[in-house]
Structures are given as C-alpha cells and as structure tokens.
C-alpha cells in the first residue's frame, strides 16, 4: 500500500478531482490506462460484479428481496434466545422498507466480498502468501457524517450472509498452496450450522469473523484506495453503457484473474435465465475474456 500511494499521490496531481476528490466519471482513456498501468505494477487485483437492472421487472427484484425476508427469519426456533429472535426480526423489518435499489447493491456486494476473498485466497496462497493473515476492509460511505441505516444493516448481515455462500460454496483451495495464515481463521462450526454445509465431512471451515470484523469500516473521505476502485468500476459501468472507448477499458482485464468465462461478474435476480450473446455490451464481456492473471503459477500448467 505504502508503494501503491506514492505512486498513485504523484499521478491523481494529474486527475481531474471534484471537491479534492477524484471521480471515476470523469477520467479519459488514457487516463484509465495510466491508473490501471500504475495497479498491475503494484500487484493490485480487480474483482467486480455488475447487474443489468433493464433485464429485470421491478416485480421479478420484489419477488426476490420478499424471498430473502423470509429466508432471514426462516431458521429461528423457540431454542434461540429471546433476544437473538427480535435482533433477527428487526434485521428483517428493516430489510421489508428498504429500497429496491440499496437491496440489488447489498446483493451484489455480497457477491462481490464472497469471489473477492475466494480468488485472492488462492492467488496468494502461492505468491505472497502472507497476505492471507490479515484482512482490511474499506467501504466508500454514503454520507460524510454517519453511517447510514443501509450501513450498519449490510455490515450487521454481510457475515450471515457469506457464511451461508461458503456452505453452499465453500471456497476453494489448490494443492501446493501455503495455507499456513489461514490456520487463526480454522474453526468447528456447531452442529446447527453443519447441517446447512454441503459437505460437512470435507474441508475446513473458517471463522470468517475476524476476517470480516478486525479492520472493517465505512469512508468518505478521498482516500487513494477508493479512489482507484472508484475508477476501474466506472470504466466498467461506462463501458458496458457505451460511453467509453475500447482502448480504456481493454486495461482492466490485466488486473484480473483469468478464469473461464468473462471477468466481469454479471449476477441476476430473475428466476428466468437470460443470455447475454445478444446484449449490447457484449463486445465488451468478450474482451474480458483473455488477458488477465493466471490463478497458479505458470509452472502448475507447463511441464
């Protein structure tokens, strides 16, 4: 980090900023290509997860969020403390008046954390593997003053939520990788939650509260990290949009990890599969399709 905001201190002199504050929006670019230049020298990996909200009726996004109030208190039993049972049903209550929009985001930075913490876990577990002993977390706030009732329910269900993902996916892990960090994180999870898992017989399971909670936090402030996320996911937004030029976007597959389909993570909250071959940002999932990082070293794929 400290390399990172050297460098990235002497180029954003060059950025245009609104308020002190650079603005992904308003980058050319060639702009972009420095920034994601500067990020690949760095060692930085780029994680995204994008939605088409012009694929999805407002009734089909009601009908999901609706699905997940009831999944939120589905599993509560007269076993559980009185306490624990109206602290989940006010997580509930306040998820029912949320909006469709701050619902699709949570939705999708779930997402976003889960495949985050995945590919990075594998990726440095034969790089830096040191990397996999500590987590930092940085939100971009919403207000500048306080956290906002959005806030404090995503950072309160985000846990849940991933441990539930990780049971029906658990992350992955290739042999030959120095798992040794992650020893702190192993736990056994109570006989309750083994009966959600997929396979409870096979593989560790992680204590993913220190992981999320140790540096976890909201920011308004114009802090360089941000900034740089700020301008990659507006250069997919713009592009997917057609708003950007081919030579700006063609940066950000470098800063990703290769795998088989497009790097860019469209997610969709309709029970109807819609294809995608004929959107009319096709062109770019394409170009996301190559170019980007291998999850092993060259030497687990070469003889």
Do not use: C
Not at 9 to 25: F, S, W, Y
Not at 224 to 250: C, K, P, Q, Y
Request: aromatic share 12%; charged share 25%.
């Amino acid at each position: 980090m400290k390399g990172f905001e050297k460098l990235f201190g002497r180029l954003r002199r060059q950025l245009p900023q609104d308020k002190g504050e650079v603005k992904g929006r308003q980058l050319s670019e060639d702009q972009v290509v420095e920034v994601a230049a500067l990020l690949r020298k760095v060692g930085a990996l780029f994680e995204v997860v994008a939605i088409d909200v012009g694929m999805h009726s407002e009734e089909e996004l009601l009908l999901h969020k609706a699905s997940q109030e009831e999944a939120i208190t589905a599993h509560l039993t007269s076993e559980h403390y009185s306490s624990l049972v109206e602290q989940v049903w006010e997580l509930r209550r306040q998820l029912e008046v949320m909006p469709l929009q701050l619902y699709v985001q949570s939705i999708a930075m779930g997402e976003l954390v889960y495949h985050t913490l995945n590919h990075a876990n594998v990726y440095f577990a034969f790089r830096t593997a040191s990397e996999l002993g500590v987590y930092h977390w940085t939100i971009d706030a919403k207000e500048p003053s306080k956290v906002t009732p959005w806030e404090k329910w995503w950072s309160t269900v985000i846990l849940p939520m991933l441990e539930s993902h990780s049971f029906r996916e658990p992350f992955i892990a290739a042999e030959g990788g120095d798992y040794r960090w992650h020893d702190r994180f192993k736990t056994e999870p109570s006989e309750y939650k083994l009966q959600f898992s997929k396979d409870p017989e096979k593989g560790d399971f992680f204590d993913l509260r220190p992981i999320m909670t140790e540096d976890f936090r909201f920011s308004s402030d114009p802090e360089f990290g941000l900034e740089a996320a700020d301008i990659l996911t507006n250069t997919v937004r713009r592009s997917m949009s057609g708003h950007f030029d081919r030579r700006g976007w063609m940066a950000l597959p470098q800063l990703m990890i290769h795998r088989k389909s497009h790097y860019i993570r469209l997610i969709s909250l309709s029970q109807e599969e819609r294809a995608t071959f004929r959107v009319p940002y096709t062109k770019v999932l394409n170009d996301f399709r190559s170019g980007g990082r291998s999850m092993l070293p060259n030497k687990f794929y070469f003889n």
